[in-house]
């Protein structure tokens, strides 16, 4: 599965949009980027996956570029609960049941 | 719909003993996977079980074991705890991989906190 990076910190502003980049420039065809978060000291939570196309769901909205080589993750109005460590992981079909979690960003929702 | 569930929420052991960790699906999914999360440390995956098969196993030693049952859930167990082994231990569950595209998306539970004295 691609690597993927994530920058190690940002803040985002209560009611803003939080925008969550990552990159996975070796990405390959038939992996899919996934989006998880981890409120401190419970189970990473899923927000949203996707191949090619954006997509959007109750939680937010995944934006990967044409080339697939990055995407975005937003969050469309960030509360305190949203305080979390946000994990960008490439999937793809080659099902060894592993996800890869790297560093993720941490995100801290500010008042 | 009920999500994974693990029990117990907390583990206290002694060093040299054995611990047994407890984990159910989310109804209607067949694999379980376990991952370790030491304190301050990313996920690290442990053993994915599908089906009652093991399926695949992370780069832990052999006292690091599991089983899953026939209503697919599942016990991971650690025999001969050593200080180290204190960690976070998360279950996800995810259904059954439906063709060879995509995949299938894994649902974490609460985590077993394990201490080792």
């Known amino acids: 599965d691609a690597k993927t990076t994530q920058p190690t910190s940002m803040d985002c502003a209560e009611g803003r949009a939080a925008n969550l980049p990552c990159n996975h420039s070796?990405?390959?065809?038939?992996?899919?980027v996934y989006w998880y978060r981890q409120i401190h000291s419970q189970g990473p939570q899923y927000i949203i996956h996707?191949?090619?196309n954006n997509e959007t769901n109750e939680m937010a909205s995944l934006i990967i570029t044409e080339d697939r080589k990055s995407s975005t993750l937003i969050l469309p109005h960030a509360t305190l609960r949203d305080t979390a460590v946000y994990y960008c992981?490439?999937?793809?079909?080659?099902?060894?049941?592993?996800?890869?979690f790297g560093q993720g960003t941490t995100l801290q929702v500010k008042p | 719909e009920a999500g994974v569930t693990q029990s117990p929420t907390h583990l206290i052991k002694t060093r040299g003993q054995q611990a047994t960790l407890r984990c159910s699906p989310i109804?209607?999914?067949?694999?379980v996977y376990w991952y370790q999360q030491a304190l301050g440390l990313g996920l690290q995956f442990l053993l994915w079980?599908?089906?009652?098969?093991?399926?695949n196993r992370g780069n832990f030693p052999p006292r690091f074991s599991g089983r899953q049952f026939p209503n697919y859930s599942s016990e991971l167990n650690v025999n001969a705890l050593e200080l180290e082994d204190s960690a976070l231990y998360l279950c996800?569950?995810?259904?059954?991989?439906?063709?060879?595209?995509?995949?299938?998306?894994?649902?974490f539970g609460p985590g077993t906190r394990l201490t080792v004295l």
């Open positions: 992981i490439a999937i793809g079909s080659s099902n060894t049941g592993k996800l890869i």
């Open positions: 996800a569950s995810s259904p059954r991989l439906i063709g060879t595209g995509g995949t299938d998306t894994q649902y």
């Open positions: 996707g191949l090619k």
């Open positions: 109804s209607g999914h067949t694999s």
């Open positions: 070796t990405i390959s065809g038939n992996e899919y």
């Open positions: 079980y599908d089906e009652g098969e093991e399926r």
